[in-house]
């Protein structure tokens, strides 16, 4: 796979596997992505703080398998971004927009709104919650730890993220009952 299609793919997967902001991705420096430990740490966010961010295991497999396609395409980077356009320097947010929407084409993900980057970033903490409820995890104490990571300022703000799909509230609905926190 070309380096265009690496770094999307790589890209993508990043944003729907951490929650990052596609503006945080792209401004990733080298420095930034511990490979060893499987530690983001994410400048200039929306609040203008720094944070780190775990990745799993399977995230770092793929982060790594891009620097080996990155670094044979460009031996010498023009500059200390992590994620590089096709002509080898810092991958721009239109850069971005562009190829996500070519590869949601591509996928025939164009039938009504159209998928955006940042919402793989809503999906990253629905999908959190849900797993959470399956879990039967306490919820509602955990949802500080997931504001945490997505860097908000308060987790309130989080709750933006959280709207109510039919699956999530099915497993409150029934986690409620089962729990005896309704009639």
């Not at 983001?40 to 929306?46: C, D, E, G, N």
């Not at 955990?142 to 997505?150: G, N, S």
């Given at each position: 796979m070309p380096l265009r299609g690496r770094t999307m793919a790589t890209l993508i997967g990043l944003l729907a596997s951490s929650g990052l902001r596609s503006g945080e991705v792209v401004r990733l420096d080298r420095s930034d992505v511990d490979l060893t430990n499987g530690v983001l740490l994410v400048r200039k966010t929306k609040f203008r703080?720094?944070?780190?961010?775990?990745?799993?295991?399977?995230?770092?497999a793929a982060l790594r398998h891009y620097v080996r396609v990155r670094d044979a395409a460009?031996?010498?980077p023009k500059d200390q971004a992590f994620f590089l356009s096709s002509r080898g320097n810092r991958l721009s947010a239109t850069g971005l927009k562009n190829g996500f929407t070519e590869v949601r084409k591509?996928?025939?993900?164009?039938?009504?709104?159209p998928l955006r980057p940042h919402d793989l970033r809503h999906r990253f903490a629905v999908t959190r919650l849900s797993l959470w409820h399956q879990q039967?995890?306490?919820?509602?104490?955990l949802l500080p730890l997931l504001a945490t990571y997505l860097g908000h300022a308060s987790y309130s703000?989080?709750?933006y993220y959280l709207t109510g799909s039919v699956d999530l509230l099915a497993m409150a609905?029934?986690?409620a009952f089962l729990d005896g926190g309704a009639a």
């Amino acid at each position: 796979m070309p380096l265009r299609g690496r770094t999307m793919a790589t890209l993508i997967g990043l944003l729907a596997s951490s929650g990052l902001r596609s503006g945080e991705v792209v401004r990733l420096d080298r420095s930034d992505v511990d490979l060893t430990n499987g530690v983001l740490l994410v400048r200039k966010t929306k609040f203008r703080k720094d944070r780190l961010v775990p990745v799993h295991t399977t995230t770092q497999a793929a982060l790594r398998h891009y620097v080996r396609v990155r670094d044979a395409a460009f031996p010498q980077p023009k500059d200390q971004a992590f994620f590089l356009s096709s002509r080898g320097n810092r991958l721009s947010a239109t850069g971005l927009k562009n190829g996500f929407t070519e590869v949601r084409k591509l996928a025939g993900l164009d039938d009504g709104k159209p998928l955006r980057p940042h919402d793989l970033r809503h999906r990253f903490a629905v999908t959190r919650l849900s797993l959470w409820h399956q879990q039967r995890a306490n919820v509602q104490a955990l949802l500080p730890l997931l504001a945490t990571y997505l860097g908000h300022a308060s987790y309130s703000d989080t709750a933006y993220y959280l709207t109510g799909s039919v699956d999530l509230l099915a497993m409150a609905a029934e986690r409620a009952f089962l729990d005896g926190g309704a009639a």
